[in-house]
């Protein structure tokens, strides 16, 4: 987007309301369900097209970098399709409108809140869960070099940007592939060094060579949140070897209990896969087991479902009944709801600190640096009469006086604000 601006193009990202002389589609194709919503997407710009309110369409993403060929016959109303990695081939064939500087690979044009961003440290993964389309979508495992991300931290510090969510396919390989050694410790100690950055968040950390040095610069630094998004999908041991997870259940917990050691009050988001080939009742047993003696802070879980080209779908049989996986996914989550409750309850009589997101009937809606956009549960202020209302992106203080299931109601804290 940001080399369209700089050659001259006008430009809006509002999937709601799509027009323009040319649409840019970005897809994914991890799973069932994202495929069915790009496809759906897909077919609903090229129906505008038809109608003539849309000029050309151009195609990027996931989805058409695995389905390029069937996708072009299947929906020939697309004008370009540019797969995952050669998005850039669209803006240069694009013609200047104005004379211009192609950007820097950190330069970009935010969409979405201006107080927060995602920044990506690394694409692709090499560990080959036995479930997973992504290294066949992305790739091998290639990190940023870190000079490189912080410059982009710096441009978006210089935009407003005070709250950065760090992702990546595999946060514990970062640095691997590009120094020899894990890296994400000294990078996020480098970037909490930013003067302007308030938070720093971790996304998606594998569990085999877990980069343990990052938790004591977590500890250290006040704009590294407490929080963590590690993904474990199991615990019983027969499964994890079938997933090609190369981790046992005894190492998944003590893993969890390093991080809770090293980093008290850490919060610890993590997704689990129920249904996978040959799991037994036994084995969602001891999930449950210890999903409740370990209570999660945030848990997310999916169903098993068969993707193409992957090791379980050439090598595994899918054979746990469809109506099982969903009864097990149902008692998963109603466990992880009951939890999610009860510790939300425990934060009442607590203060926090809350990120404003947005004013909605009257009271702020916010986060905690233990809430990730999007996800994670939501803070409800109620701001009394004569108090002035926060803004958008300003952060304050509250205290937390009631629940309402996995969020917080609180009441602000007047005073110190920023
Ligand atoms: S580590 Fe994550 S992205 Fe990589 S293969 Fe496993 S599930 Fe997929």
């Not at 809140?113 to 995602?118: H, L, T």
């Not at 893993?255 to 809770?260: A, Q, T």
């Not at 809606?365 to 009469?385: C, M």
């Amino acid at each position: 987007m940001r080399m369209l601006q700089a050659k001259g193009y006008t430009l809006s990202h509002d999937p709601e309301e799509i027009c323009g002389e040319y649409v840019v589609v970005n897809t994914c194709g991890f799973i069932g369900d994202a495929k069915e919503e790009s496809i759906e997407l897909l077919l609903g710009v090229a129906s505008l097209k038809e109608k003539g309110e849309v000029g050309h369409i151009a195609v990027m993403g996931c989805l058409s970098e695995r389905y390029m060929k069937e996708l072009t016959s299947e929906i020939p109303e697309v004008d370009f399709w540019y797969g995952k990695f050669d998005w850039r081939g669209f803006a240069r064939m694009l013609p200047d409108r104005r004379k211009c500087i192609e950007p820097k690979p950190w330069e970009r044009m935010l969409t979405g809140d201006k107080w927060n961003a995602y920044i990506k440290i690394s694409e692709g993964c090499d560990r080959f869960c036995a479930f997973c389309a992504i290294p066949l979508i992305t790739g091998r495992h290639k990190s940023r070099p870190i000079d490189e991300i912080l410059e982009e931290t710096r441009q978006l510090v210089g935009e407003g940007v005070r709250e950065f969510n760090v992702i990546a396919q595999d946060l514990s390989s970062y640095g691997l592939d590009l120094y020899g050694y894990h890296a994400l410790a000294e990078l996020i100690d480098r970037m909490a060094g930013i003067e302007g950055v308030d938070w720093i968040r971790l996304h998606y950390a594998y569990p085999t060579d877990f980069p343990y040095d990052v938790l004591p610069v977590m500890a250290r630094h006040r704009n590294v949140c407490k929080y963590i998004d590690i993904a474990l999908q199991h615990v019983a041991d027969p499964v994890l070897e079938r997933m090609r997870r190369h981790f046992t259940g005894t190492q998944t917990r003590e893993l969890v209990s390093r991080l809770r050691r090293v980093v008290p009050g850490i919060r610890i988001r993590t997704t689990m896969l129920v249904g996978f080939p040959g799991e037994t009742d036994d084995d969602f047993q001891k999930l449950i087991d210890f999903v409740r003696e370990t209570k999660f802070d945030r848990l997310g879980a999916f169903a098993y479902s068969e993707e193409e080209g992957t090791f379980a779908a050439l090598h595994l049989k899918d054979d746990v009944p469809e109506v099982v996986k969903k009864q097990r996914l149902d008692t998963l989550m109603k466990l992880q709801e009951q939890i999610a409750f009860s510790l939300a309850e425990d934060q009442i009589g607590s203060q926090v600190k809350v990120i404003v997101d947005r004013i909605e009937n009257g009271r702020v809606v916010g986060r905690t640096e233990f809430d990730s956009p999007e996800v994670d549960p939501e803070v409800f202020i109620y701001i009394p009469s004569g108090i002035k209302m926060p803004d958008p992106g300003e952060m304050v203080y509250a205290q937390v006086t009631a629940t309402e299931g996995y969020d917080l109601i609180a009441e602000l804290v007047d005073g110190e604000r920023g």
